[in-house]
């Protein structure tokens, strides 16, 4: 079993930014893929961007040239730098790593508030 938090969620004005974090029990960000998925209010929860081991990124069209996902170089931690934040940004972050067909791991999320 392993156990994703993420961090770094807040209230920011438009145009700020903030980076967020999630820190996995053990290092499981080394292979594969994982991402960061976001659920605004009243919405399905989306694919915001993704990022595998070789480095390869892939992003939602809508945060393109705003957001950076990343990851260290232990495999314990996944970051998701937001520049230029929108109100259309606000909601819910959850990391998200699958590790095998049909099992994947969720953290609680963190949540971001962009105010106009």
């Known amino acids: 079993q392993v156990q994703l938090v993420e961090s770094g969620g807040g209230l920011v004005q438009a145009g700020g930014s903030l980076k967020l974090s999630c820190a996995a029990s053990?290092?499981?960000?080394?292979?594969?893929?994982m991402g960061w998925y976001r659920q605004a209010p009243g919405k399905q929860r989306e694919l915001v961007a993704r990022?595998?081991?070789?480095?390869?990124?892939n992003y939602a069209d809508s945060v393109k040239g705003r957001f950076t996902i990343s990851t260290d170089n232990f495999g314990n931690t996944m970051y998701l730098r937001m520049n230029s934040l929108k109100p259309e940004d606000t909601g819910v972050y959850y990391c998200?790593?699958?590790?095998?067909?049909?099992?994947?791991?969720w953290g609680k999320g963190t949540l971001v508030t962009v105010s106009s």
């Open positions: 998200n790593k699958p590790v095998a067909y049909g099992l994947e791991y």
């Open positions: 990022i595998t081991s070789g480095g390869t990124t």
């Open positions: 053990r290092s499981i960000f080394s292979i594969g893929a």
